[in-house]
């Protein structure tokens, strides 16, 4: 790896390892200048005086972390790879399988759409067709029957 890619590597670190302080800083801030942790039932009770300088600390950390995020966005924007750049010989490897995973993944979908006989599958439409025939059959029987039963009786 070329530099450039090793800088914006240990960024990333640095940016996470600053956040991961920041929240602990925070976590120990709240248990000692909350209201709500430190006194529920008394709110009346003084906070410990060191509660405006610790909040002033994290805010600069805030401020802090936060250009660092903008610095490495831009870095990362401005990222062009070296064009000499070789992927390991079990990259392509890796994509090959990958393109086979997903394409017995969709197979299998496919057969177990069929099998559980989800909407839309072969054996939903031809039940829905049979349904419907047999429904059409009854229908006709019932006018076929009454049209007999009134030409017999009523005439």
């Known amino acids: 790896m070329s530099n450039n890619i090793q800088d914006l590597f240990n960024q990333q670190t640095n940016i996470i390892n600053s956040i991961n302080k920041f929240n602990i800083d925070y976590t120990n801030y709240l248990a000692t200048c909350d209201k709500r942790i430190i006194s529920p039932d008394d709110p009346t009770l003084p906070l410990p005086s060191n509660c405006a300088n610790l909040l002033t600390a994290l805010q600069a950390k805030q401020s802090a972390i936060l250009a660092d995020i903008n610095s490495f966005k831009t870095k990362l924007t401005n990222f062009v ?8 010989a079990s990259f392509n490897e890796l994509i090959n399988m990958y393109n086979k995973n997903i394409k017995t993944r969709n197979n299998l979908d496919l057969k177990l759409k069929e099998i559980y006989a989800a909407d839309g599958s072969i054996q939903s439409e031809f039940k829905l067709n049979m349904d419907s025939s047999v429904y059409a059959s009854i229908m006709w029987s019932v006018l076929a029957t009454s049209l007999i039963y009134y030409v017999f009786v009523k005439l």
């Open 81 to 88: 790879p070296p064009a000499n750049y070789n992927y390991d």
